[in-house]
């Protein structure tokens, strides 16, 4: 009896998250992205391991540590996170389409590093599957290359062995050409993509077949036009996309660190570009979206500069406020976000978005309320939150960037954070899709089955 009630007592403590609980969990779980991104597997599964053990209703947060632990060898471990992290995949969610195409991929990902490729082969096509009906190039892009990988990949490991030469597995040409169809999908989807870049040039090389002049042009066009985005100002406002909202809240910290700090490769101060910025982007908003404005500054207590309903103002007057805007205090962010629903119309079916712009994590403790916990009310009134930061993303700023990614997550927003260095807009997303970029291995003719027979051989 004593040992049931043990263990009840201690199911009941697990089933309820600490005060900050939901934010440490973001804050574990940005600690594990930059570890990952870094290569330190073993490190990330750490941090994972604990975000997921905090917030265990988390689907991104099951994926990253099921994918994190078959980069260790751990892949029944992975799959069983995997499979438990389905519980929260639910039909209902707006987004469970989506999120079935990356669980569907996530699982060949893990079944290919653990080298079991003729089970990733059938995963990796049922996820463009998905994904094509859902859009994303990009995505596609990296489904396809992964596709391309496995098919080379899936031989049979360790199956042929000569005297002359090391353990290897074989290859044939049939397998090699619908290798190379799947990188032609993938640089037709996504011309940036390097790795399906290099993978096409490998296996072309290999079988001597030699890349389209018509289709190597008409990709160099789609890369040049990708470069375009990536020097400011031009892609500031191609970055942040408002077309599919109907009403636009711009929300701009003006704490005095944006008037202390430069973005060094302008020689402004961040102020100075933040203003700058929502000008800019004021003459991109479709004209028919309603606009307001808001500032996060002073303290805890304080009444905001700027504090303007969306549709209140026009244009002209906006952008005549945001002319002499000047900077004030510190960034009690939580107390201006909690406020901030008020400025939207009460109409329910509007598609409402925060433009939030800052450079630091909330200061104010509001009633002790955990940040991240408080953005699910946002979700509830259709308002997603869409976040620039002058921040760089690393672990100097773990505090913000949890805030950050806590508040987009919640609410189906994005992230994008200014370069200091190159003048940038770089996305903040951990995206383990992304991260899953396959090369093939070198490959060398052989003749196990004779000269006449076409046949490559990978070694281990």
């Known amino acids: ?14 089933s309820f998250l600490p005060p900050g609980g939901k934010k440490m969990a973001y804050r574990l779980h940005y600690r594990g992205t930059l570890n990952y991104s870094e290569g330190n597997y073993q490190k990330a599964v750490g941090y994972f391991r604990r975000a997921y053990g905090l917030a265990p209703d988390n689907f991104s947060f099951a ?75 990009k995505l596609i892009s990296v489904f396809h290359n992964a596709l391309g990988y ?155 500069r700027l504090w303007y309903p969306v549709g209140d103002l026009t244009r002209k007057a906006l952008r005549q406020e945001l002319e002499f805007l000047v900077p004030d205090g510190t960034t009690p962010l939580l107390n201006i976000l909690q406020a901030s629903p008020a400025l939207f119309s009460k109409n329910t079916e509007s598609k409402k978005s925060i433009f939030l712009v800052s450079d630091g994590a909330n200061i104010c403790r509001a009633d002790g309320q955990d940040i991240c916990e408080w953005a699910e009310t946002l979700s509830r009134q259709n308002i997603t939150i869409n976040i620039l930061s002058f921040l760089d993303a690393n672990l100097n700023n773990v505090n913000a960037f949890a805030e950050y990614t806590c508040l987009a997550d919640k609410t189906n927003g994005d992230i994008v954070y200014l370069d200091n260095l190159r003048c940038k807009l770089q996305p903040f997303d951990f995206n383990l899709v992304e991260s899953c970029q396959l090369e093939v291995p070198e490959l060398s003719r052989v003749e196990c089955w004779g000269k006449n027979v076409d046949l490559w051989a990978v070694f281990d």
């Open 150 to 304: 496995a098919t080379i990949m899936d031989q049979g490991q360790n199956a042929h062995r000569r005297a002359d030469l090391g353990n290897h597995s074989h290859v044939h040409r049939r397998d090699l050409e619908r290798a190379l169809k799947e990188f032609e999908m993938a640089i037709q989807n996504n011309p940036t993509n390097a790795n399906a870049r290099h993978n096409f040039q490998v296996i072309s090389d290999t079988l001597d077949i030699n890349l389209p002049p018509a289709f190597d042009s008409i990709t160099e066009t789609r890369l040049a036009a990708e470069k375009e985005l990536t020097n400011l100002p031009d892609n500031i406002f191609r970055a942040l996309n408002f077309e599919h909202y109907d009403e636009v809240l711009f929300l701009l910290d003006i704490s005095g660190s944006m008037v202390m700090e430069k973005v060094i490769c302008m020689g402004n101060t961040r102020f100075q570009v933040m203003r700058e910025t929502a000008l800019s982007l004021l003459h991109d908003v479709p004209a028919e979206t309603l606009v307001g404005i808001g500032t996060i500054g002073g303290d805890c207590g304080t009444t905001p």
């Open 1 to 14: 009896m004593r040992q049931l009630f043990l263990l009840l007592a201690t199911l009941m403590c697990l």
């Open 63 to 137: 994926l990253s540590l099921a994918v994190s632990l078959s980069r260790v060898g751990k892949g029944d471990e992975s799959l069983k996170v995997l499979h438990e992290g389905e519980r929260y995949l639910l039909v209902h969610d707006p987004e469970y389409p989506q999120k079935l195409a990356m669980k569907t991929f996530l699982e060949g990902m893990i079944y290919c590093y653990s080298g079991q490729y003729k089970s990733a082969v059938p995963l990796f096509k049922k996820s463009i599957e998905l994904q094509e009906d859902l859009g994303k190039p």
